[in-house]
């Protein structure tokens, strides 16, 4: 556990979970939320012993987007807060895999963090919303980026200029999210996710993320050629070993990241 005013961390056993933790106002942004994230996911990226990392909130949302209230008070802006719109990248970019657990409402910054993930599980009845046309600004946290991405160019043009909310049984419709969970059934269902993924040998976590991200940015020719040499990589470790030896024996794997 660490001490954070907004943010819940924990890393137990190969998996950080991170939690917004303004429950209250169903984990609306401020500036110290920014802040914390920020430094919470870059943390999660460069802690070794990770291997997965969980995005959820605490209470009945995942994240709204700002909290207006706050905002609109004149809290303070904070030194630095620029680099912090890089949370964004940070998660769609670091070497584990980042699981977005929206257990509520999603939208504005909320909705571009979950989209940064790599998968992305609901709950029953949540809803979701780019929202950033309702305040009248362009909006932030790369969603227009990652979103054509998930759900193709021409209905992500529409979720962000024909903005309104959706459901998570239209997220699912959509491809936006993986898999939809009652509400009874989600947080062991996602943590059942989770620790599967976090059982994986960290070394191909890494370069299989990696291989993902070369995707995006490079011509086919030039990926295979990358993507060849992690392989080769990856398959002379300990861990591949183990693998193999683990299956022969029919028993479960132990990885060290070797």
Known sequence: MSDYKTIIYDVTNHRATITLNRPDKLNGITNTMMRELYECVRRAADD???RVVKLTGAGRGFCPGADLNAY????PQEE?????FHITSVLHEMPKV???????AC????????????????????SFNSAFLGVA??????GPWLLPRIVGAAKARELYFLHGKFKSEEALRIGMVNQVFDADSFTTEVD???????KSAPLAIGEMKKNFISGENMSLRDYIDLETERHSRTGASED???AFKAFVEKREAVFKGR
Do not use: P
């Open 240 to 242: 591949s070993k183990e």
């Open 192 to 198: 059942n996710i989770v620790d599967r993924i976090a």
């Open 80 to 84: 630095g807060r620029k680099e912090y």
């Open 48 to 50: 070794r012993e990770v």
């Open 137 to 142: 600004i362009s909006g932030d946290m790369a």
């Open 98 to 104: 980042t699981v977005a657990a929206i257990n509520g």
């Open 107 to 126: 939208a504005g910054a909320g909705f571009g963090w979950a989209c940064a993930c790599d998968l992305r599980y609901a709950v029953a009845g949540a």
């Open 72 to 75: 609109s008070s004149g809290e």
